[in-house]
């Protein structure tokens, strides 16, 4: 005779292993607010380290802005610009819509126990601020759990639509009206802009074309007519650097270049 085990009774089953085991792990102070969210998840994390993770995915929002926070506190470093990399040579992106990360390039990078998101030190659990006092980061740590987060989110905001959706009130920014269920997250002011017109700003600023402040949730028809009127502002650009002013013996003349 074979007993079946339900749904419920094998998740009861499992999160009781889980957070017998969560606390066994967990050390005499943790965050509160990352043990409560632990705990409460259809599926309890097993360890501590998974529990800080689990937290900072829920709450993607508040990852962006830790993440923006802790870059602007490192700074632009000396010496660094905004950069393409052919395949990603030297540790830059290969396209400008990957936001730029100079301690990700080994130029700048400041090796273990520094956040090569943000450029901070990285404490127990991949926390951002050290809560344990051991005065001295964690050497082998290279990212925050929360700046991990924030770049997942940056690269692929389309992910997070449905929170996205619910922090501007499920209206469209473009139209006002309420948004449906095809609406799609655009930013703002596009990437090809930033790097054109903004690729001088300081880095911490230019994550936030990246992040919250420049993403939108807008219905698909507003957003295609934005894409289109980009591309013909984008074409008309492209044709007009075609040409070049020249002075010459009669005055100034337009020449077309080959």
């Known amino acids: 005779m074979t007993v079946s085990i339900t749904t419920p009774s094998w998740r009861d089953l499992k999160n009781a292993k889980a957070r017998a085991r969560l606390e066994?792990?967990?050390?005499?102070?943790?965050?509160?607010?990352?043990?409560?969210?632990?705990?409460?998840r259809p599926l309890i994390p097993p360890?501590?380290?998974?529990?800080?993770?689990?937290?900072?995915?829920?709450?993607?929002?508040?990852?962006?802005?830790?993440?923006?926070?802790?870059?602007?506190?490192?700074?632009?470093?000396?010496g660094w610009t905004w950069q393409l990399g052919e395949g990603g040579a030297g540790g830059r992106p290969a396209s400008f819509r990957i936001p730029p990360a100079p301690f990700r390039e080994p130029a700048f990078?400041?090796?273990?126990?520094?956040?090569?998101?943000?450029?901070?030190?990285?404490?127990?659990?991949?926390?951002?601020?050290?809560?344990?006092?051991?005065?001295?980061p964690?050497?082998?740590?290279a990212w925050h759990a929360a700046c991990v987060a924030a770049w997942k989110f940056w690269i692929a905001p389309h992910e997070q639509v449905r929170v996205l959706k619910r922090h501007q009130g499920h209206r469209c920014k473009a139209s006002g009206k309420r948004l449906l269920r095809t609406a799609e997250v655009d930013h703002a002011v596009p990437l090809?802009?930033?790097?054109?017109?903004?690729?001088?700003?300081?880095?911490?600023?230019?994550?936030?074309?990246?992040?919250?402040?420049?993403?939108?949730?807008?219905?698909?028809?507003?957003?295609?007519?934005?894409?289109?009127?980009?591309?013909?502002?984008?074409?008309?650009?492209?044709?007009?650097?075609?040409?070049?002013?020249?002075?010459?013996?009669?005055?100034f003349s337009v020449v077309e270049e080959e």
Request: hydrophobic share 40%; net charge positive.
């Open 192 to 251: 090809y802009r930033v790097w054109r017109e903004h690729r001088d700003a300081a880095w911490p600023e230019l994550l936030g074309y990246w992040g919250v402040p420049n993403l939108q949730v807008v219905n698909r028809t507003a957003h295609v007519l934005k894409c289109r009127d980009e591309a013909a502002e984008r074409s008309q650009t492209l044709r007009l650097s075609r040409y070049r002013v020249v002075e010459d013996a009669l005055g």
């Open 138 to 141: 964690n050497g082998k740590a």
């Open 24 to 40: 066994r792990a967990l050390p005499s102070i943790f965050p509160a607010p990352v043990l409560h969210h632990a705990l409460t």
């Open 109 to 136: 990078a400041r090796g273990r126990g520094a956040c090569c998101i943000c450029g901070q030190p990285v404490y127990r659990f991949g926390w951002h601020r050290d809560l344990w006092g051991q005065g001295v």
């Open 47 to 78: 360890t501590p380290r998974l529990a800080v993770e689990s937290y900072w995915r829920n709450h993607i929002l508040r990852a962006d802005r830790l993440a923006r926070a802790l870059a602007a506190r490192s700074g632009t470093p000396e």
